[in-house]
């Protein structure tokens, strides 16, 4: 099998060849990974292409550098200011801040071709044809979605009090977020023909303890959201519609399947998520994921690596799973990744499990 017919398979709830991988961001990618693994895209069959989804791409620009702090305004009309050798920046001024009328912010049209050019899409060493990134790997479309996007716009601890306090102001700037969002994210898998896939939505709305507010407020405040997006996907012809979601999403989850949503992704360890747990409880949505980054690939031993993999590709055996991290910090040691990429070529060849 390809690597796409390999993920529809698995998305289908059919035996593939083999494991579908899909691996996380790497924060590092050593000269002495790559010997040993080859290119870094080549360790996933999935491959994310995510257009320019902010609310004012063209305004995007550095300001200034003063005293070793360099000032920029992004696509999402936020001031920052961060040191050139850091990873975090801090943010300065939001586009709707306190005070501000969310129907006074005109937002750039869905449409710009500048959104959907390949060259700006990360990582850059990626394909950036899309018919032969089709060819290489199970291409879909992403966009974020109206929590975590709103909060780029409104700045994350107030828009929390706005759910809190003023949910009627909450839900008109997630709508008009989602909104944009939803016609961004119509536009990709059409421009990019990506019906045969589909598109993720990213929306990092838990932690590792459960969602960032109760699921009243989700159900009152996003749902509806929600379901325009899922919708609107679908009715551009997107067969799969995922969310990608950190931390422990579940107490959500009846609520989002229900809205359309088909899969999910990262799954992870540390926030209670198990793979085995949530195949008992959802047989038919797809779990993307499901090893732990934190704990198991970091520490070891090789065995539990092992075996915690294993653990994984044995309820994807008839499909319905894509193994991977939610990342690859420095960490992890390159012994620790080899024996899980050993475990998904070999133990998850269910070719050679089905020959004997």
């Known amino acids: 099998m390809t690597s796409p017919d390999r993920v529809l398979a ?61 000032y920029e305004m992004n696509g999402w009309g936020t001031t920052i200011r961060r040191r050139a050798d850091a990873y975090f920046n801090q943010t300065l001024e939001v586009a709707m801040p306190e005070g501000a009328d969310p129907d006074a912010v005109e937002f750039e049209p869905p449409q710009l071709d500048l959104r959907y050019d390949p060259e700006r899409m990360w990582p850059p060493e990626y394909e950036r044809d899309i018919e032969r990134a089709k060819r290489k790997h199970c291409v879909f479309a992403k966009t974020g979605g109206p929590y ?14 706005d759910i809190a306090g003023d949910p009627g102001l909450a839900k008109a700037l997630a709508d008009k977020v989602g909104d944009h969002l939803t016609a961004v994210g119509v536009e990709a898998v059409r421009r990019w023909s990506l019906q045969d ?45 995922g969310l990608h979601c950190d931390g422990d999403p579940r107490a959500l989850l009846d609520m989002l399947i229900d809205a359309g949503i088909q899969a999910l992704n990262p799954v992870e360890p540390r926030a209670n998520m198990d793979v085995v747990r949530l195949r008992e409880l959802y047989p038919r949505l797809i779990l993307t994921g499901g090893m732990c980054n934190t704990a198991t690939m970091v520490k070891g031993p090789i065995e539990k690596i092992e075996a915690e993999a294993r653990r994984i590709i044995d309820v994807g055996r008839d499909g319905g799973v894509i193994i991977g991290h939610h990342s690859i910090s420095p960490e992890v040691p390159l012994e620790h990744f080899l024996a899980y990429q050993q475990t998904c070529l070999t133990y998850g060849d269910f070719t050679a499990t089905d020959a004997g």
């Open 10 to 70: 698995a998305c289908a709830f059919r035996r593939p060849d083999r494991i579908p991988r899909w691996e996380g961001s790497f924060l590092e990618y050593p000269d002495s990974w790559f010997q040993r693994l080859g290119p870094l895209q080549d360790l996933s069959d999935i491959s994310i292409w995510a257009p320019d989804e902010t609310p004012f791409p063209t305004r995007a620009r550095r300001l200034k550098e003063e005293s070793g702090w360099i």
């Open 148 to 161: 975590l996007r709103t909060t780029l716009v409104r700045g994350e601890a107030q828009f929390l009090l």
């Open 197 to 241: 896939s589909g598109i993720w939505i990213f929306d990092d709305m838990a932690c590792n303890s459960g969602p960032m507010f109760s699921p009243a407020a989700f159900e009152r405040i996003f749902l509806p959201a929600y379901r325009r997006m899922i919708g609107a996907y679908k009715q551009a012809g997107a067969k799969y519609v």
